[in-house]
């Protein structure tokens, strides 16, 4: 069974960019996270889609934006970019929001800002 | 104010002992803890969850929660070197969907 998986795994952008990252959830799973980890803030939850539809989002700058499509593939997009924004990017595959429900992380994808 | 908290570490055992990494958190509205391993360079990995209080066995981890004392911990007995990483506490309201809220992690390392 594939884990989860995140293209591309390394990014060097520069400063005023955009840059889009993909993630494919574990087959199955309909729940999709995005966090941000970095040295200082450590991770940091951005957003959750599920059936499409962006249900939390995190203390985040409207730079950051994401979707999910019907195969329940999510996208996440970071606009004009800025130097703080070198981080580990990670997204988590569920099954569904609700109780007791366990997340899996793909292996992230490092953006440098330049 | 941090919503979980951890000790950063490093926490230093000796192969074979048992390591003891601590976590508290704010919300009591928490309902779902999770332990996560992480190596350097490397994604979180999910070791153990609990939802209810008492202790949970897995192999050589026990997680035990405490949800009057806002407290949960893992236990990893028989210490091995491959066991030194960042352990992150992660919890979660399930109000909120699958959003988990992290700790800072505890480093540990495990001397041979």
């Known amino acids: 069974k594939a884990g989860v998986t995140q293209t591309p795994r390394y990014l060097i952008k520069t400063r005023g960019q955009q840059v889009t990252l993909s993630c494919s959830p574990i087959?199955?799973?309909?729940?999709v996270s995005w966090y941000q980890q970095t040295p200082g803030q450590g991770l940091q939850f951005l957003f959750e889609?599920?059936?499409?539809?962006?249900?939390n989002k995190g203390n985040f700058p409207g730079r950051f934006s994401g979707r999910q499509f019907s195969n329940s593939r999510s996208e996440m997009n970071v606009s004009t970019l800025e130097l703080g924004d070198s981080a580990l990017y990670l997204c988590?595959?569920?099954?569904?929001?609700?109780?007791?429900?366990?997340?899996?992380f793909g292996q992230g994808t490092r953006l440098t800002v330049v | 104010q941090k919503e979980v908290e951890q000790n950063s570490g490093p926490l230093s055992v000796p192969e074979g002992a048992i390591a003891s990494l601590n976590c508290t958190y704010s919300?009591?509205?928490?309902?779902?803890f999770f332990w996560y391993r992480q190596y350097s360079g490397k994604s979180p990995e999910l070791i153990m969850s609990?939802?209810?209080?008492g202790d949970k066995e897995d192999g050589r981890f026990t997680a035990q929660l405490n949800k009057a004392s806002q407290y949960v911990s893992l236990l990893i007995r028989d210490s091995q070197p491959s066991d030194s990483a960042t352990y992150l506490c992660?919890?979660?309201?399930?109000?909120?969907?699958?959003?988990?809220?992290f700790g800072g992690g505890t480093r540990l390392m495990v001397k041979p």
């Open positions: 992660a919890v979660k309201n399930n109000n909120a969907g699958n959003m988990l809220t």
């Open positions: 087959s199955g799973h309909r729940s």
């Open positions: 988590a595959s569920s099954l569904a929001p609700g109780p007791n429900t366990e997340a899996f």
């Open positions: 919300d009591r509205g928490s309902q779902s």
């Open positions: 609990i939802y209810s209080n």
């Open positions: 889609y599920f059936s499409e539809t962006q249900r």
